[in-house]
């Protein structure tokens, strides 16, 4: 189902297979009856990325090219790193500056990367590495390089395999190539004739980055770019994303969505899977929680249909925003007095 040579070396750090987890104290707030959490935290170094790197490495390595790079938010770079280790090849990542989580920048410094950080966001960078991929002094390991896309779709498959056929796959976007990469896994899945019915997706943007959900209301056939997104989900934080056109001919073709959520609401959304759950998941993976709610809420989703939410990234991804949660904390400033409050506290 992946068309690679049979000779080659596969680079793979134990990717795929994540947790598909069937929501249960979580489906009130949700107003649903059936949900689950496709949870890509668990890939070796926290994101979904790991899927399409799996592939795309392998590819780097075959070809026997000596240096990979990417531009990246934070999680494609982290696994970018990780697995040119794995093949022995150079990496080199050029970054937003000031726009990538703390958890994502410290594994591409731990991994030995060279990186460049430039002002003017994800799409200033991305514009660097395409460039200098086009002179051919670099192999590009962005989501541009279609290997990628074949190691994503296994998504589809490994949802498919588990639970069946979904009525509803809600996503994340960014940069657009996850959803593009799920439908592409999905329309193959039917043409093989192992699913009767394509299930709808629904494409989910932060307010303050949703070049496709501007489009997609207008009944444009390209993205509307978002110069200077601004959002707490620094992951899809994307204001010309390169699958856009791509992205809206999947959902449309899916008979699905485009919609926005606030940071508050990725913000809720993250803190109801983490308290209901027990999921840790970063912002951008919550967003698809929110956008579910959302759908609920607005009667696009129905509450006896089932539903998946893609969980993209685990929450160690960016500790910072975790610390912005309420939570309930005291100070005891020795032993005896800390026994004295948990004392009280449990007696309560």
Not at 262 to 278: N, V
Not at 340 to 347: E, K, P
Request: hydrophobic share 45%.
């Amino acid at each position: 189902m992946i068309p690679i040579p049979d000779d080659v070396q596969i680079i793979s750090l134990g990717e795929g297979g994540t947790l598909l987890t069937k929501l249960v104290k979580s489906l009130d707030q949700l107003g649903l009856r059936e949900a689950y959490a496709k949870f890509e935290g668990v890939n070796s170094t926290g994101s979904f990325k790991d899927r399409g790197m799996t592939v795309a490495m392998t590819m780097a390595k075959y070809l026997k090219v000596p240096l990979v790079a990417c531009a990246s938010t934070g999680n494609t770079s982290a696994s970018m790193t990780a697995y040119a280790s794995r093949a022995g090849i150079k990496p080199l990542i050029v970054l937003p500056k000031g726009r990538v989580a703390r958890g994502k920048l410290s594994q591409a410094i731990l991994h030995g990367a060279r990186i460049i950080l430039i002002e003017g966001g994800f799409d200033n960078a991305l514009r660097v590495i395409l460039e200098v991929s086009r002179r051919g002094i670099v192999y590009p390991l962005n989501s541009i390089n279609p290997w990628r896309i074949e190691g994503q779709k296994t998504i589809a498959y490994e949802i498919i395999d588990e639970i069946g056929d979904p009525d509803w796959i809600v996503v994340p976007v960014g940069n657009a190539g996850n959803i593009t990469a799920i439908w592409k896994g999905l329309v193959e899945l039917k043409r093989f004739g192992l699913i009767d019915e394509l299930p709808r997706l629904a494409g989910v943007q932060t307010a303050g980055a949703a070049p496709l959900v501007r489009a997609f209301k207008m009944g444009l056939e390209e993205p509307l770019p978002v110069e200077n997104p601004e959002t707490i989900a620094t992951a899809i934080g994307i204001g010309r994303p390169v699958h856009g056109s791509r992205a809206l001919r999947a959902v449309r073709g899916s008979k699905g969505i485009f919609l926005e959520v606030s940071d508050e609401e990725i913000l809720e959304a993250q803190r109801i899977l983490a308290r209901y759950e027990g999921l840790g998941v970063e912002p951008a993976s919550a967003a698809s929680i929110a956008g579910l709610k959302k759908l609920r809420e607005e009667g696009i989703v129905d509450r006896d249909e089932k539903v998946i939410a893609i969980a993209t990234g685990h929450a160690l991804k960016d500790p910072d925003t975790a610390l912005l949660h309420e939570t309930t904390s005291y100070e005891a400033k020795d032993i005896r007095e800390a026994l004295t409050l948990i004392q009280r506290l449990t007696s309560a």
